[in-house]
C-alpha cells in the first residue's frame, strides 16, 4: 500500500514509518519544516508539505495514498480547546477525502476518559461526542465515516508509548523529579498506567491498516497496568533519587500539567486485539526501559 501518515516524524510516527517501509510499503508523509522533509527524504518516504491547518495538503496526501495514517496532534497542554479543534478538523477532512474509497483511515486516539472503576475494552464506545468534547469527539466522527465506504480503524494508545528517546508523560516526570530532587507519585502510588514499547506500537499500526476491519477499535497495550508507584520507584532508582508521596493538591505544582494524569488511572485490555491480530509484544517493558536508562541519557 502507498499509506499517507501525518505525524511522521513525531515520536510514534516516525517508527511507523520505518515499519511500513520496512514492511515493503511505501509512504508518504506529512511535513511542516525543512527538517522534516530531509528525514522523511532519508528514509526513502514521499511528502506532502503542510500542517494540522492546512486541510488542503492533508485532502491532497489522502487523495494520492492507498491508506491513511493519522498520527499527528498539536498537544497543545496550555489551549487545549485549540488542539481538539484542529484534531475534529482534521479528521474530517481527511475521512471526505476518503469517503467512497474503502481504504483504510486508522486514527489514533487516547485511553483516557473512556471508563472508571476498571480497565477500558474494546468494546467500550468513546464517551466524547461532538466538536466540545475531548480531541473534538474525532474517534466517533471517524467512525460515521464507515457508512461513507471508509475502513476506519481506531487505534487506542497506552498513556506511555516508551522506549529510548520518548518525550511524552514519562520523560516529564523525569525532569521533574531532577527539578525537585526527588521522584514523586500522587497520594499512595495505586493509580494505575498501561504501557506499550513504541516499535510494538509501530507494529500493531500496521497490522490495523493491513487488516482490520471497519469500525475496529485497537488496544496498544502491552501491559494493562503498571502502579504509578512503581514508575516513580523506577524513576528515582535510575537518578539516584530518593521516592516520595506528592499529596493529590500539590501534584500540579510539583509536576506540572502531568501531575493530573498521573494522578488518574488510565488502563485497558488489549485481549480482543491481540486474538484479532495475532499481535503479541515482545519489546521492553516500561520499568525496564527506564532502569535501562532510556529516560536518562
Do not use: C
Not at 487523495?63 to 496532534?73: L, Q
Not at 485549540?82 to 483511515?105: C, I, K, N, W, Y
Not at 485490555?269 to 532502569?291: F, H, K, M, N, V
Request: glycine content about 12%; hydrophobic content about 45%; charged content about 20%.
Amino acid at each position: 500500500m502507498r499509506a499517507f501518515v501525518t505525524g511522521a516524524t513525531g515520536w510514534i510516527g516516525s517508527a511507523v514509518v520505518d515499519e511500513l517501509i520496512s514492511a515493503g510499503h511505501q509512504v508518504i508523509g506529512l511535513a511542516r519544516s525543512d527538517r522534516a522533509e530531509q528525514a522523511l527524504a532519508a528514509k526513502g518516504a514521499g511528502l506532502v508539505r503542510g500542517d494540522l491547518d492546512d486541510l488542503a495538503s492533508l485532502r491532497r496526501g489522502a487523495a494520492e495514498a492507498d491508506a491513511v495514517i493519522h498520527m499527528a496532534n498539536k498537544h497543545d497542554w496550555g489551549n487545549p480547546a485549540e488542539s481538539d479543534r484542529s484534531e475534529r478538523a482534521a479528521v474530517q477532512a481527511l475521512g471526505d477525502a476518503l469517503a467512497g474509497t474503502g481504504h483504510p483511515f486508522v486514527v489514533a486516539a487516547p485511553l483516557s476518559g473512556l471508563v472508571e472503576g476498571r480497565a477500558a475494552t474494546e468494546d467500550d464506545v468513546s464517551p466524547a461526542v461532538g466538536p466540545e468534547s475531548n480531541r473534538g469527539g474525532s474517534e466517533n466522527l471517524a467512525l460515521e465515516y464507515v457508512a461513507q465506504g471508509v475502513r476506519t480503524v481506531i487505534t487506542r494508545f497506552a498513556p506511555s508509548v516508551h522506549g529510548r528517546g520518548d518525550w511524552g508523560f514519562v520523560n516529564f516526570l523525569t525532569e521533574a523529579a531532577r527539578k525537585q530532587g526527588v521522584s514523586g507519585y500522587v497520594g499512595d502510588g495505586s493509580a494505575t498506567w498501561s504501557a506499550v514499547h513504541r516499535d510494538d506500537a509501530a507494529r500493531l499500526i500496521r497490522l490495523g491498516m493491513e487488516q482490520a476491519p471497519a469500525g475496529t477499535r485497537l488496544h496498544v497495550v502491552a501491559e494493562e497496568a503498571v502502579t504509578t508507584r512503581e514508575i516513580a520507584e523506577a524513576i528515582g532508582r535510575s537518578l539516584g533519587l530518593p521516592v516520595e508521596s506528592v499529596a493529590p493538591q500539590d501534584a500540579g505544582g510539583h509536576f506540572g500539567f502531568v501531575g493530573s494524569f498521573f494522578a488518574s488511572t488510565m488502563t485497558a485490555s488489549s485481549d480482543a486485539t491481540r486474538q484479532l491480530l495475532s499481535w503479541e509484544p515482545t519489546g521492553p517493558t516500561l520499568l525496564a526501559d527506564i532502569e535501562a536508562g532510556a529516560y536518562t541519557a
